[in-house]
């Protein structure tokens, strides 16, 4: 991967904190570049428009990208758009795979940044990236995963003669440990550790952005972005920012929602029910910086970790939950795309 820009002294002017960034579906948005087959099959992905206006306005071309939890690769696609060049991490073999396919192809559809995509757990990210990258990372762009029931697709059943809908690709995997089926005290534990992991790969200054949103269970409003909020903090990151990206398009200074089947459903029957719910078209964007010089202790560019975090209220997994990476064996990269994908820490299966 070429050499990342040196340091920028000043980063751009934010801009509105509110993002216009669902003006068009995701499908639309996504008919502009190129995904290999299988890539729509992922149950959260990232808005294009939102991952992009992120990179626009926090890093310069040139400088290095990385998202932890890239899933298809979508932030690295538009980096790679972008003139930045791109790290992702990824658990799970199969969207690594597909993520890594992705950000090989970026360059044959006119993208001049490199990506590559490394196969393992995030939170364990140091030990995955080579050290030349470590401390140079300009900017951290990632989404945790949240709210099985925003999640997945729908297809109609009216063909087998049987009305009504069937979910469909709603789940990132059937392994467990995967931080998708954590109960939520767990996945923030986790994701602190990753944040963490994040901390150490920043340039000073660097600047870390999560998106997320809150979601209901049971009628019970989640609060997610806090909660992320918090996670930064103890992970030794600076809050500087908390945006609002639409999931909503703007015609005639109205919102259009774009809400799931799933909410939408959930919804209408809540209010059916006499709830008077409403409509989640929104998700956070929670900005953080990492500081110039890192003083808690007392060395620049060190994570700062509580002394003791047995009590900060978090059910802490234990390291041996991350999978077992020994065995790989090489993707087959012929039936969807002639690009040869990027696996610096050995390929995983296709899955």
């Known amino acids: 991967?070429?050499?990342?820009?040196?340091?920028?002294?000043?980063?751009?002017?934010?801009?509105?904190?509110?993002?216009?960034?669902?003006?068009?579906?995701?499908?639309?948005?996504?008919?502009?570049?190129?995904?290999?087959?299988?890539?729509?099959?992922?149950?959260?992905?990232?808005?294009?428009?939102?991952?992009?206006?992120?990179?626009?306005?926090?890093?310069?071309?040139?400088?290095?990208?990385?998202?932890?939890?890239?899933?298809?690769?979508?932030?690295?696609?538009?980096?790679?758009?972008?003139?930045?060049?791109?790290?992702?991490?990824?658990?799970?073999?199969?969207?690594?795979?597909?993520?890594?396919?992705?950000?090989?192809?970026?360059?044959?559809?006119?993208?001049?940044?490199?990506?590559?995509?490394?196969?393992?757990?995030?939170?364990?990210?140091?030990?995955?990236?080579?050290?030349?990258?470590?401390?140079?990372?300009?900017?951290?762009?990632?989404?945790?995963?949240?709210?099985?029931?925003?999640?997945?697709?729908?297809?109609?059943?009216?063909?087998?003669?049987?009305?009504?809908?069937?979910?469909?690709?709603?789940?990132?995997?059937?392994?467990?440990?995967?931080?998708?089926?954590?109960?939520?005290?767990q996945l923030l534990d986790a994701f602190t550790d990753i944040l963490t992991a994040c901390h150490a790969m920043l340039r000073p200054g660097g600047i870390t952005v999560v998106v997320t949103r809150p979601w209901r269970d049971h009628g019970e409003l989640i609060d997610l972005p806090t909660a992320v909020l918090g996670a930064g903090r103890r992970a030794g990151l600076i809050p500087i920012e908390r945006n609002v990206a639409l999931l909503a398009g703007i015609r005639d200074s109205r919102l259009v929602p774009r809400p799931s089947f799933f909410q939408l459903k959930y919804v209408r029957d809540a209010r059916r029910c006499g709830t008077p719910l409403h409509l989640i078209v929104h998700e956070d964007v929670i900005v953080f910086r990492k500081l110039e010089h890192e003083t808690a202790n007392g060395r620049r560019g060190q994570p700062h970790r509580p002394a003791s975090n047995s009590n900060d209220g978090y059910v802490h997994l234990p390291a041996d939950h991350a999978p077992d990476r020994t065995h790989r064996s090489e993707p087959d990269t012929s039936p969807t795309s002639s690009a040869t994908p990027s696996f610096p820490n050995g390929p995983p299966a296709p899955g």
């Open 1 to 185: 991967m070429p050499e990342p820009a040196p340091a920028s002294p000043d980063l751009p002017p934010a801009g509105l904190s509110v993002w216009n960034t669902a003006p068009t579906s995701a499908p639309h948005q996504r008919r502009a570049r190129h995904y290999v087959p299988g890539s729509a099959d992922h149950p959260a992905k990232m808005l294009p428009a939102l991952a992009a206006h992120a990179i626009r306005t926090y890093s310069r071309p040139g400088e290095l990208v990385m998202d932890p939890m890239c899933g298809i690769g979508t932030t690295l696609i538009e980096a790679q758009h972008l003139g930045r060049h791109a790290l992702g991490i990824e658990y799970e073999a199969r969207w690594a795979h597909l993520a890594a396919l992705n950000a090989a192809t970026a360059p044959h559809e006119g993208a001049t940044g490199a990506g590559e995509v490394y196969w393992g757990d995030a939170r364990h990210l140091t030990g995955l990236i080579p050290t030349t990258h470590h401390g140079r990372i300009a900017l951290v762009l990632t989404s945790p995963p949240y709210g099985r029931s925003l999640h997945g697709q729908v297809r109609s059943t009216r063909e087998s003669g049987t009305p009504g809908v069937t979910k469909r690709h709603y789940r990132y995997s059937n392994d467990p440990h995967n931080l998708a089926h954590a109960p939520t005290d």
